[in-house]
């Protein structure tokens, strides 16, 4: 049976505005020209990440072909691509990813790169000791932040600037939601999850007011309606200042909701504890962060395991990308790199 042909979604205008019209920038293989115009103008194009760092990184790792290394956040597969270049068809790379949907996308655009010399995974990097058992690592890469696709798709959920369920989910397909899990915690447990995962300044006025929904019968099911209940909870600063703070505080809270549905930082404590256990002597590791919580562990485990005898050398203080990356990929702004060798 002959297969119908689909035309592809159109738009009204000059410019695609709905996520899902954006053709030229979900399929950025096929559209290189209208990508590389998007990247040169400081933006991201939807659909894809742009790796940070990777001349860093690459500089850190000294990646020689034969050797065996693990990229623990495989993502868009930028950072990857790079590094499986370096060994040069010979050695092995291992990646990881917990998100189901985008790892499938970046398997098949790392095709290029057979089964002898790489290998992909489903699953988080806290069970670093289970992806490739008995294997030690010349090197290890774990980019913390999240993917572009994931921010940019609205129906994960993980951005407030468009309205979508607030899901949050890094697997969309288990576990509970930002939605189900605002509903389960009181206001005093809201209050302490924005202080501890991400240093909300109005943590107590934000609870309150997300609590005082639920009490009155109300829902906070979307990304909008928990942005607008924000923007409510800090009505009481002054104009002048209510904006950019309403703007800082959706970040914050949002930061905040992923990290606690994520387990997010019991993922990376798990990772940081196993890691020196899987790299060979004189093994090394570069850890890309991106706020101060996740920062604060990487840089206090790297420190105890150098005066434990773990690692011979760690990075006394955190490389940042250059004043040009960070026009090209405003995303890069936040990112802190770490690194630390195997004693």
């Not at 790489?118 to 069970?127: D, E, P, W």
């Not at 504890?273 to 899987?278: I, M, R, T």
Request: proline share 5%.
């Amino acid at each position: 049976m002959e297969q119908e042909h689909k035309r592809r979604i159109r738009y009204a205008g000059t410019h695609p505005k709905n996520y899902r019209e954006k053709y030229k920038e979900l399929d950025p293989e096929k559209y290189r020209a209208d990508v590389d115009k998007v990247i040169s103008s400081g933006k991201t194009p939807a659909g894809m990440h742009i790796p940070i760092m990777v001349d860093e990184i690459l500089a850190f790792l000294q990646i020689r072909p034969g050797q065996i290394g693990y990229d623990a956040t495989l993502g868009y597969g930028g950072h990857t691509r790079k590094m499986l270049e370096q060994l040069q068809g010979q050695g092995h790379l291992y990646a990881t990813d917990v998100d189901p949907l985008e790892l499938a996308k970046t398997r098949a655009r790392l095709g290029d790169f057979g089964p002898e010399l790489f290998t992909v995974r489903q699953m988080n990097f806290a069970q670093l000791d289970e992806v490739a058992p008995g294997e030690r690592f010349d090197f290890v890469l774990a980019d913390l932040g999240v993917s572009s696709m994931q921010i940019d798709n609205p129906e994960r959920g993980f951005t407030f600037k468009q309205d979508g369920p607030l899901d949050l989910r890094l697997d969309p397909t288990g576990g509970v939601t930002a939605a189900q899990r605002l509903r389960e915690l009181d206001e005093g447990e809201l209050s302490a999850l924005l202080t501890e995962n991400a240093d909300e300044p109005y943590a107590g006025q934000i609870a309150k007011t997300v609590t005082r929904i639920f009490k009155r019968g109300g829902s906070v099911d979307t990304t909008r309606q928990l942005s607008a209940a924000i923007e409510d909870a800090l009505s009481f600063l002054p104009a002048n200042e209510r904006k950019e703070a309403v703007k800082k505080s959706c970040q914050r809270t949002f930061q905040a909701l992923r990290i606690d549905v994520n387990s997010e930082f019991e993922s990376l404590y798990a990772f940081l504890e196993k890691l020196p256990g899987s790299l060979k002597s004189g093994g090394r590791v570069a850890v890309l962060t991106f706020h101060s919580g996740e920062d604060r562990l990487v840089k206090q485990a790297f420190r105890q395991q150098l005066r434990d005898g773990l690692y011979r050398e760690i990075a006394e203080e955190v490389l940042r990308p250059s004043a040009q990356e960070c026009f090209q990929n405003p995303r890069a702004r936040s990112t802190k790199l770490r690194w630390a060798i195997r004693g």
